[in-house]
Protein backbone atom coordinates (compact mmCIF):
# COMPACT_ATOMS: atom_id res chain seq x y z
CA UNK A 1 0.00 0.00 0.00
CA UNK A 2 1.49 3.02 -1.52
CA UNK A 3 -0.89 5.23 1.11
CA UNK A 4 -2.34 7.05 -1.95
CA UNK A 5 -6.09 5.86 -1.90
CA UNK A 6 -8.12 5.98 -5.78
CA UNK A 7 -11.76 4.92 -5.26
CA UNK A 8 -13.27 3.05 -7.26
CA UNK A 9 -10.57 0.73 -8.63
CA UNK A 10 -13.08 -0.12 -11.33
CA UNK A 11 -15.68 2.41 -13.49
CA UNK A 12 -17.71 1.11 -16.18
CA UNK A 13 -19.78 4.06 -17.89
CA UNK A 14 -21.95 4.61 -20.84
CA UNK A 15 -20.76 7.82 -23.49
CA UNK A 16 -22.34 11.01 -22.36
CA UNK A 17 -21.99 10.13 -18.89
CA UNK A 18 -20.15 11.93 -15.96
CA UNK A 19 -17.96 10.55 -13.36
CA UNK A 20 -16.24 11.56 -10.30
CA UNK A 21 -12.74 10.03 -9.44
CA UNK A 22 -11.07 10.49 -6.10
CA UNK A 23 -7.70 10.36 -4.60
CA UNK A 24 -6.79 10.97 -1.03
CA UNK A 25 -2.92 12.05 -0.87
CA UNK A 26 -0.59 10.14 1.29
CA UNK A 27 -0.69 11.59 5.06
CA UNK A 28 1.16 14.82 5.49
CA UNK A 29 1.38 15.40 1.75
CA UNK A 30 -0.28 18.93 0.13
CA UNK A 31 0.19 18.35 -3.29
CA UNK A 32 -1.71 15.78 -5.86
CA UNK A 33 -1.56 15.10 -9.41
CA UNK A 34 -3.63 13.90 -11.95
CA UNK A 35 -2.66 11.86 -14.41
CA UNK A 36 -4.01 9.77 -17.55
CA UNK A 37 -2.87 6.31 -18.99
CA UNK A 38 -4.17 5.37 -22.34
CA UNK A 39 -3.67 1.86 -23.89
CA UNK A 40 0.23 1.39 -24.39
CA UNK A 41 0.49 5.60 -23.69
CA UNK A 42 2.92 6.75 -21.51
CA UNK A 43 1.26 8.84 -18.72
CA UNK A 44 0.08 11.75 -19.36
CA UNK A 45 -0.06 14.69 -17.29
CA UNK A 46 -3.67 16.63 -16.41
CA UNK A 47 -3.75 18.59 -13.40
CA UNK A 48 -1.88 19.27 -9.99
CA UNK A 49 -3.26 20.95 -7.02
CA UNK A 50 -1.07 22.37 -4.01
CA UNK A 51 -2.35 22.54 -0.84
CA UNK A 52 -6.21 23.67 -2.48
CA UNK A 53 -5.02 25.78 -4.97
CA UNK A 54 -4.90 24.74 -8.42
CA UNK A 55 -1.03 24.98 -9.37
CA UNK A 56 -0.25 23.50 -12.72
CA UNK A 57 -2.49 22.49 -15.91
CA UNK A 58 -1.82 19.75 -18.49
CA UNK A 59 -3.28 18.11 -21.23
CA UNK A 60 -6.51 18.14 -19.08
CA UNK A 61 -9.72 18.38 -21.70
CA UNK A 62 -12.21 20.88 -21.04
CA UNK A 63 -14.71 18.63 -19.97
CA UNK A 64 -12.86 17.80 -17.54
CA UNK A 65 -12.12 19.03 -14.06
CA UNK A 66 -11.12 18.92 -10.80
CA UNK A 67 -10.33 20.46 -6.98
CA UNK A 68 -8.78 19.77 -3.90
CA UNK A 69 -10.75 19.73 -1.06
CA UNK A 70 -9.70 21.91 2.45
CA UNK A 71 -9.00 17.89 4.04
CA UNK A 72 -6.19 17.40 0.54
CA UNK A 73 -8.60 14.94 -0.66
CA UNK A 74 -8.98 15.92 -4.44
CA UNK A 75 -11.84 15.05 -7.05
CA UNK A 76 -11.20 14.60 -10.78
CA UNK A 77 -14.37 15.40 -12.60
CA UNK A 78 -15.14 13.58 -16.19
CA UNK A 79 -18.29 14.95 -18.05
CA UNK A 80 -19.56 14.35 -21.49
CA UNK A 81 -17.48 10.76 -21.74
CA UNK A 82 -16.13 9.14 -25.11
CA UNK A 83 -15.01 6.10 -25.43
CA UNK A 84 -11.38 7.45 -26.06
CA UNK A 85 -11.71 8.29 -22.38
CA UNK A 86 -11.61 5.13 -21.46
CA UNK A 87 -7.64 4.89 -19.86
CA UNK A 88 -5.93 4.09 -16.44
CA UNK A 89 -6.28 7.34 -14.37
CA UNK A 90 -3.40 7.87 -11.86
CA UNK A 91 -3.34 9.77 -8.48
CA UNK A 92 -0.01 10.85 -6.98
CA UNK A 93 0.98 12.97 -4.34
CA UNK A 94 4.27 14.53 -2.74
CA UNK A 95 4.96 16.68 0.41
CA UNK A 96 5.68 19.57 -1.38
CA UNK A 97 4.89 21.67 -4.84
CA UNK A 98 7.01 19.33 -6.65
CA UNK A 99 8.32 15.92 -5.83
CA UNK A 100 11.69 17.08 -6.93
CA UNK A 101 12.99 16.74 -3.32
CA UNK A 102 11.15 13.89 -1.73
CA UNK A 103 10.13 11.95 -4.52
CA UNK A 104 6.17 11.42 -6.02
CA UNK A 105 4.11 8.59 -4.81
CA UNK A 106 1.19 7.22 -6.69
CA UNK A 107 -2.31 5.41 -6.11
CA UNK A 108 -3.27 1.54 -7.36
CA UNK A 109 -5.42 3.91 -9.93
CA UNK A 110 -9.02 3.80 -11.47
CA UNK A 111 -9.56 2.22 -14.83
CA UNK A 112 -12.50 3.98 -16.50
CA UNK A 113 -14.01 1.70 -19.42
CA UNK A 114 -16.75 4.24 -21.67
CA UNK A 115 -18.98 2.34 -23.47
CA UNK B 1 9.49 19.13 -27.99
CA UNK B 2 10.42 17.32 -24.64
CA UNK B 3 10.13 13.74 -25.16
CA UNK B 4 11.66 10.51 -23.72
CA UNK B 5 12.20 7.72 -25.51
CA UNK B 6 12.26 3.61 -24.62
CA UNK B 7 13.56 0.54 -26.05
CA UNK B 8 13.17 -2.38 -26.34
CA UNK B 9 9.40 -1.81 -26.12
CA UNK B 10 8.95 -5.69 -25.02
CA UNK B 11 11.52 -8.01 -23.67
CA UNK B 12 11.41 -11.45 -22.87
CA UNK B 13 14.25 -13.03 -20.63
CA UNK B 14 14.91 -16.27 -18.33
CA UNK B 15 15.23 -16.47 -14.52
CA UNK B 16 18.52 -15.46 -13.65
CA UNK B 17 19.64 -13.69 -16.39
CA UNK B 18 20.55 -10.01 -17.12
CA UNK B 19 19.05 -7.73 -19.25
CA UNK B 20 19.37 -3.96 -19.96
CA UNK B 21 16.23 -1.35 -20.78
CA UNK B 22 17.76 2.23 -22.60
CA UNK B 23 16.12 5.56 -22.37
CA UNK B 24 17.09 8.75 -24.80
CA UNK B 25 15.26 11.79 -23.86
CA UNK B 26 15.77 15.37 -25.16
CA UNK B 27 13.86 16.97 -22.07
CA UNK B 28 15.25 20.23 -21.88
CA UNK B 29 16.81 22.08 -19.74
CA UNK B 30 16.47 18.86 -17.37
CA UNK B 31 16.41 18.30 -13.74
CA UNK B 32 16.40 14.68 -12.71
CA UNK B 33 15.61 11.43 -14.09
CA UNK B 34 13.80 8.70 -12.80
CA UNK B 35 13.28 4.74 -13.20
CA UNK B 36 9.58 3.94 -12.22
CA UNK B 37 8.19 -0.25 -12.18
CA UNK B 38 5.00 -0.22 -12.75
CA UNK B 39 3.13 -3.60 -11.92
CA UNK B 40 0.30 -4.77 -14.35
CA UNK B 41 -2.95 -2.72 -13.14
CA UNK B 42 -0.89 -0.98 -10.41
CA UNK B 43 0.90 2.55 -9.75
CA UNK B 44 4.21 3.12 -10.82
CA UNK B 45 6.69 2.63 -7.49
CA UNK B 46 10.13 4.93 -7.94
CA UNK B 47 13.20 2.52 -8.58
CA UNK B 48 16.32 5.00 -8.47
CA UNK B 49 16.34 9.24 -9.14
CA UNK B 50 19.20 10.62 -10.51
CA UNK B 51 20.23 14.41 -11.07
CA UNK B 52 22.95 16.04 -13.21
CA UNK B 53 25.69 15.19 -11.74
CA UNK B 54 25.08 11.64 -10.60
CA UNK B 55 25.92 8.74 -13.37
CA UNK B 56 25.18 5.78 -11.61
CA UNK B 57 22.54 4.86 -8.85
CA UNK B 58 21.54 1.47 -7.54
CA UNK B 59 18.62 0.06 -6.00
CA UNK B 60 19.49 -3.22 -5.25
CA UNK B 61 19.74 -5.83 -7.97
CA UNK B 62 18.68 -2.57 -9.97
CA UNK B 63 21.21 -0.52 -11.41
CA UNK B 64 20.20 2.68 -13.69
CA UNK B 65 23.70 4.76 -15.48
CA UNK B 66 23.06 8.92 -16.98
CA UNK B 67 25.09 9.96 -19.60
CA UNK B 68 23.89 13.90 -19.43
CA UNK B 69 26.18 14.79 -22.12
CA UNK B 70 24.34 12.21 -24.80
CA UNK B 71 20.80 12.38 -22.92
CA UNK B 72 20.79 8.89 -22.43
CA UNK B 73 20.25 6.55 -19.45
CA UNK B 74 19.59 2.85 -18.76
CA UNK B 75 18.47 0.55 -16.29
CA UNK B 76 20.08 -2.80 -15.86
CA UNK B 77 18.50 -5.82 -14.01
CA UNK B 78 20.84 -8.46 -12.50
CA UNK B 79 19.92 -11.44 -11.87
CA UNK B 80 16.28 -11.21 -12.96
CA UNK B 81 13.43 -13.24 -10.92
CA UNK B 82 9.61 -13.46 -11.81
CA UNK B 83 8.75 -10.50 -9.85
CA UNK B 84 10.85 -8.70 -11.94
CA UNK B 85 8.11 -8.90 -14.99
CA UNK B 86 6.48 -5.43 -14.88
CA UNK B 87 6.49 -2.43 -17.33
CA UNK B 88 9.68 -0.12 -16.03
CA UNK B 89 9.20 3.37 -17.13
CA UNK B 90 11.84 6.03 -17.17
CA UNK B 91 10.48 9.11 -16.18
CA UNK B 92 12.37 12.54 -17.07
CA UNK B 93 12.17 15.89 -15.07
CA UNK B 94 12.06 18.95 -16.87
CA UNK B 95 14.00 21.77 -14.99
CA UNK B 96 12.37 25.34 -15.62
CA UNK B 97 8.60 23.46 -14.62
CA UNK B 98 9.62 20.65 -13.06
CA UNK B 99 7.59 19.16 -15.34
CA UNK B 100 7.67 15.38 -15.42
CA UNK B 101 7.87 13.81 -18.72
CA UNK B 102 6.98 10.08 -19.48
CA UNK B 103 8.17 7.16 -21.59
CA UNK B 104 6.33 4.36 -22.54
CA UNK B 105 7.90 1.79 -21.31
CA UNK B 106 9.78 -1.31 -21.42
CA UNK B 107 7.53 -4.06 -20.94
CA UNK B 108 9.81 -7.05 -19.51
CA UNK B 109 7.80 -10.84 -18.91
CA UNK B 110 10.76 -12.88 -17.33
CA UNK B 111 10.04 -16.47 -17.83
CA UNK B 112 10.46 -19.38 -15.83
Known amino acids: DSGVTQTPKHLITATGQRVTLRCSPR?????VYWYQQSLDQGLQFLIQ???????AKGNILERFSAQQFPDLHSELNLSSLELGDSALYFCASSVEGTGDNYGYTFGSGTRLTVV | KNQVEQSPQSLIILEGKNCTLQCNYTVSPFSNLRWYKQDTGRGPVSLTIMTFSENTKSNGRYTATLDADTKQSSLHITASQLSDSASYIC???????????FGTGTRLLVSP
Open chain 1, 27 to 31: SGDLS
Open chain 2, 91 to 101: VVSEGSKQKLV
Open chain 1, 49 to 55: YYNGEER
